[in-house]
Nanobody, 115 residues
């Protein structure tokens, strides 16, 4: 049973940083990719960053150079380091574990960026 648990969200001022964590998926090698998505009120859930099993990464254009996705295989944890946060990035951030033909989602963690 896979139960993703996100942590690290909170309230931060514009320009600040947060690091999100995702655990509960067992070994990261089980999945073809791990990712972070976000959903702002009234908007669709969108990809923020994705880390493939082989180590390559994908980022939304809006976060390139500011966000970094990484993993700690020993701790079976995936991180999203977010720097220079902007008010428009206020959203619920979700962890995703992607397999072939299936995916698991966490419950999400709220990130609020004040101006």
């Amino acid at each position: 049973q896979v139960q993703l648990v996100e942590s690290g969200g909170g309230l931060v001022q514009a320009g600040g940083s947060l690091r999100l964590s995702c655990a509960g998926f067992g070994s990261v090698s089980r999945f073809i990719a791990m990712g972070w998505y976000r959903q702002a009120p009234g908007k669709q859930r969108a990809l923020v960053a994705r880390l493939l099993r082989g180590g390559s990464t994908n980022y939304a254009d809006s976060v390139k150079g500011r966000f970094t996705i990484s993993r700690d295989n020993a701790k079976n944890t995936v991180y999203l380091q977010m720097n220079n946060l902007k008010p428009e990035e206020t959203a619920v951030y979700y962890c995703n574990a992607e397999g072939i033909g299936y995916a698991y989602w966490g419950q999400g963690t709220q990130v609020t960026v004040s101006s």
